[in-house]
């Protein structure tokens, strides 16, 4: 699978922002879909993952409530919805897609997310 992760950029504190993953190459609703993220000299964490079917999601504590996964599986794409963003979401955020939610096989190549004024 190949995976092309969009939708980065500059926002003020408060704004929001929609990532989205483009896969290609094999089925994509065969997999988990997952949201990481890597800050400067951090590691990498995982955001938020979600099921083949969309009935199962996960969420860091830290974005509960601000953040939404969601994907469409004709459309071979999956989401991130981040409202409500704050500096300390400022990271490269990378989608990956997995057999499992522990086991994470393919990955894109990041996109960019800075929260600043």
């Known amino acids: 699978v190949q995976l092309q992760a969009s939708g980065g950029g500059l926002v003020q504190p408060g704004g929001s922002l929609r990532l989205s993953c483009a896969a290609s190459g094999r089925t994509f609703s065969n997999y988990t879909m997952g949201w990481f993220r890597q800050a400067p000299g951090k590691v990498r964490e995982f955001v938020s993952g979600i099921n083949w079917s969309g009935l199962s999601r996960y969420y860091l504590d830290s974005v509960k409530g601000r953040f939404a996964i969601s994907r469409d599986n004709a459309k071979n794409t999956g989401y991130l919805q981040m409202n409500s963003l704050k500096p300390e979401d400022t990271a490269v955020y990378y989608c990956?897609?997995?057999?499992?939610?522990?086991?994470?096989?393919?990955w894109g190549q990041g996109t960019l997310v800075t929260v600043s004024s």
């Open positions: 990956a897609v997995g057999g499992s939610w522990s086991t994470w096989d393919y």
